[in-house]
């Protein structure tokens, strides 16, 4: 039988069947889940359209063909209400899919009136005849009759369907790409034409099937190209970030060692920093241990680096380290171990030695290949290094404790002064433990208030009146027991609490006198010692003016002593600071006068109301010889400069009339009394004039102490 149009339509199903499939794979990876999902379900009902419409075409009879023909209007109502629902979720708003179901209800209601009614929803009454001949004689039933006025109504809702999914379609122009809009086009303006031509042929107008299917089978071709065009790109496009993957993987991998060298490697010299050294030190560890021969780790620290840096610039400090860092490899085994550790701390490990002779013989080479000077932008630098050796297996047996070792060697070897060589041994660990436990005692001492002070008297050569106290910290601890300034006042600068600890000796001495003030002592000051750290801290004027504000004093009745030798250091800077504290009123005098190096030619300019002359001068005075030149010409120079001078060290009293007779002002010694814990100094204070110079026993108890260098 000779049916094309039956042939074309089966073709149309299976085509738009196919389409409904793309869809459906497509919705499990696109991010337009459910616009993929609707699109199948549009491409499934077309085919059902088309299908239904192949059964009306070929019926026997009018009532077979208006039985297909419902059906095909149900799912042409279907296709209205899926269109809209596509277009909802290609916008996603919730305006549009209000407007969705609205038509999707719509539909339903038409659907219901399609199914009763005797002609379905599209037709008040039909036309007698609905058999059509074709042209090349293929017989086909073309229904036709008066349209119904739901039918007209669902033509509006159609078309309305079609304008706002035009509007859609110009919005996203922008968006696809020249293929797929075009596409898309195409397809609207064919669904267009098919829709009209359908109106035409429902109402008689025209003898002619319906082509909806067709049109919308263009799109779903289109449609189809592009999942196959998509598919090809998404295969380029994996290749493509396949290859970028492998590009990155392998710039991951170049940056991962470059990393790892950075990690492990120090950038000025280019040889293992620590995290390196230990990594190396692991395995020379494993290699000694398997040959049973000993690993000696040599720590060499560059003495002095940070003046070099001071005073030539960092430039040539950074250039020294390189040349040292050569030196050292070129003479050291391809199979040893060197490293840079810190700032000019270089590591050295040598392996397979057979003894002590060995280790002593590398060293001699290594100092010998550092011995000579280093010519280093146009300066020759003449070095020392300090050094500290450990030995595995005697002295450690793993990596972190042979270096800590070495570092405790070194620590001993820079301790002894420059250029010195030490050997681990294990007293080392317990001195350094010992001076750790130490330092965190002080830290807590002015916490737990285990500071004390201590008054030494200076009483005037004439009369042996008491006018000054000078206060002197003594540290009481429950473990060490009474712990002497000398001991701990140097650390305590080294540790950055001088100025916390000196700031409590001026507030503590300035209550204390404002105390003997009370008790009739109007005339009595007090003298505090002032270490470097205090003098050039920037909030000395502020402590100092804060106790004489508490303890309600003026500033002549603080008095505050510095060192010769703590000015000397920065002279300039010293009398700019003596310079400010003067403007507060409180007096000012020269500790230990004479043993500096260059006083004389400061004394003119020093804002001084005092010197102190030094204990060493004092103490052979009466021998005579050039102690007494001193003494004389030293007390000379205070009265012709209209300073006060204060001989200390005054135990016998030969030394204090020979002073006295040379016109001394002050004198201060155990020959008055040894430094006095408070009660002691308030009956020493309260004792008569004429005893002073004499004192009983009992009123001379203290706790055994010196004064304070």
Not at 98 to 104: H, K, L, N
Not at 121 to 150: A, K, N
Not at 281 to 306: E, M, P, S, V, W
Not at 363 to 390: C, N, Q, R, W, Y
Request: glycine letters at 8%.
């Amino acid at each position: 039988m000779n049916a094309p149009i039956a042939t074309l339509y089966f073709i149309s199903v299976g085509a738009l069947l196919m389409g409904a499939f793309h869809a459906a794979l497509l919705a499990r990876s696109s991010t337009y889940t459910r616009a993929s999902w609707a699109f199948a379900a549009i491409c499934l009902c077309f085919s059902l359209f088309q299908f239904c419409a192949v059964i009306q075409y070929g019926a026997q009879d009018s009532q077979a063909a208006m039985s297909a023909h419902k059906w095909l209007n149900f799912f042409s109502l279907l296709i209205i209400a899926l269109i809209g629902y596509l277009v909802a979720s290609l916008e996603n708003k919730k305006s549009s899919f209000r407007v969705a179901y609205v038509v999707a209800i719509l539909a339903a209601l038409v659907i219901v009136y399609n199914f009763v009614t005797p002609f379905g929803y599209r037709f008040e009454s039909m036309h007698q005849d609905g058999l059509t001949r074709l042209s090349w004689g293929e017989p086909i039933h073309i229904l036709s009759g008066e349209p119904s006025v739901v039918y007209r109504l669902i033509r509006l809702v159609s078309l309305g369907v079609l304008i706002y999914t035009i509007i859609f379609a110009v919005k996203i122009r922008k968006l696809g790409g020249r293929l797929s809009n075009r596409l898309i086009w195409i397809s609207i303006v064919l669904m267009l034409c098919t829709t009209s031509f359908a109106g035409l042929s429902d109402s008689g107008v025209v003898k002619m099937p319906y082509f909806g299917g067709f049109g919308f089978l263009f799109l779903v071709a289109g449609f189809s190209v592009l999942v196959r065009a998509d598919a090809f790109n998404r295969k380029i496009e994996g290749v493509r970030i396949n290859k970028a993957l492998e590009r990155e993987v392998k710039s991951h991998k170049i940056a991962t060692q470059r990393f790892e060298h950075v990690l492990h490697n120090d950038a000025l010299t280019g040889l293992s920093n620590r995290t390196g050294a230990l990594i190396r030190l692991h395995r020379l560890l494993n290699i000694n241990t398997t040959n049973q021969t000993k690993l000696a780790i040599f720590l060499f620290d560059l003495d002095r680096l940070g003046i070099i840096n001071g005073t030539c610039g960092h430039r040539v400090g950074d250039q020294l380290l390189r040349e040292v860092a050569q030196r050292l490899q070129n003479n050291v085994r391809d199979t040893d171990l060197i490293a840079r550790l810190d700032n000019g701390g270089f590591v050295i490990g040598a392996s397979g030695l057979k003894g002590q002779s060995c280790v002593t013989s590398l060293h001699e080479k290594l100092s010998g290949a550092l011995d000579s000077p280093f010519d280093v932008a146009g300066s020759m630098l003449k070095i020392t290094f300090s050094a500290g050796v450990a030995v595995f297996p005697d002295n450690a047996e793993t990596a972190e404790d042979i270096l800590a070792a070495a570092e405790l060697a070194l620590h001993d070897a820079k301790s002894c002064g420059l250029g010195n060589l030490r050997f681990f041994h294990p007293a080392l660990k317990e001195n350094i433990q010992a001076r750790i436990d130490f330092e965190n005692a002080l830290k807590e001492a002015l916490h737990n208030k285990e500071f004390f002070l201590c008054y030494q008297p200076q009483v005037l050569a004439s009369d042996g009146r008491t006018v000054c106290l000078e206060a002197l910290i003594r540290w009481q601890h429950p473990v060490y027991g009474l712990v002497m300034p000398d001991r701990f006042i140097p650390l305590a600068e080294s540790m950055g609490l001088i100025s916390s600890i000196g700031a409590w000796v001026i507030e503590s001495a300035c209550e204390q006198l404002a105390l003997w003030h009370a008790m009739g002592f109007g005339e009595l000051r007090v003298a505090v010692n002032l270490s470097a750290h205090q003098l050039l801290d920037s909030a000395l004027e502020e402590t100092v003016s804060r106790a004489l504000r508490r303890s309600n004093l003026s500033g002549c009745d603080l008095e505050l002593e510095i060192t010769e030798s703590v000015l000397m250091q920065e002279p300039e800077r010293s009398i700019e600071r003596l310079g400010g504290l003067r403007k507060l009123g409180v007096r000012l005098s020269i500790d230990d006068f004479g043993t500096g190096y260059s006083s004389l030619g400061y004394l003119r300019v020093l804002p001084v109301h005092a010197f102190k002359l030094d204990r060493s001068f004092v103490r052979d005075i009466g021998k005579g010889g050039k102690d007494l030149e001193i003494c004389a010409t030293s007390i000379g120079l205070a009265k012709n400069l209209g300073l006060e001078i204060v001989a200390e060290g005054v135990e016998t009293e030969e030394q204090m009339q020979q002073l006295r007779t040379l016109g001394c002002h002050l004198l201060q010694g155990y020959f008055f009394a040894k430094p006095l814990i408070v009660e002691a100094a308030s009956k020493f204070l309260a004792a008569p004039t004429h005893t002073i110079l004499m004192l009983p026993e009992e009123l001379q108890m203290t706790l055994g102490l010196a004064r304070m260098p």
